[in-house]
């Protein structure tokens, strides 16, 4: 049995279904599993149906580089005014915005909006046929904004995207590369913000500590060389004065 984005085929939603289908696979099988992140499921899972498992952890090889981080502390409530104030002083090519939920993803996606603002939204429980076509409108830049669950970390890559927000934080280390890597691909500058209340604050130092990065508070403003194209091109060679 091949299972690929395993992290969500053995989330609560599934799980369940791919144990029943192990009752009618024979007691020599081999199972392989794909994941972009290791979740403990995943691990539950190996230890419960896999006998001294090969593993290989590419987790090393993904890389931060070119993309600047930086964090804003602001309460729930503060989230959408901050959000709206970061669309009208960044110059967006395209920018990618995650939620922790399906249900937060579609309320965002509206509020966004109606802030005059355009904006595409896409998770798991959309039938493929519509995410497909959301993802193909998008690619092609029919909108700037796209809403988001963790669905979209995994295996996609569109050369405007220059900025990563995360509206809610995510909870692990792993997820949050995954999530920031949409931004800086194709070996492009990125711009990742990360909108943090209280309850974050633990998770935002585990975070940077987990992977030897530092992510720092949002300045007044944003060198637009940073993560714009057209404005890094502009920067003379580093060694010219």
Known sequence: MTATKADKLLSQDFVVILEEILTYLPGNRQILLYSATFPISVQKFMSRYLQKPYEINLMDELTLKGITQYYAYVNERQKVHCLNTLFSR?????????????????????????????CFYIHAKMMQEYRNRVFHDFRNGLCRNLVCTDLFTRGIDIQAVNVV??????????????RIGRSGRFGHLGLAINLITAEDRFNLKAIEDHLCTEIKPIPGSIDKSLYVAEYHSQQPPEDEP
């Open 90 to 118: 960044l110059q967006i090519n395209q920018s990618i915005i995650f939620c922790n939920s399906t249900q937060r993803v579609e309320l965002l996606a509206r509020k966004i909006s109606q802030l005059g603002y355009s």
């Open 165 to 178: 927000i995360n509206f809610d934080f995510p909870r692990n280390a792993e997820t949050y590369l995954h």
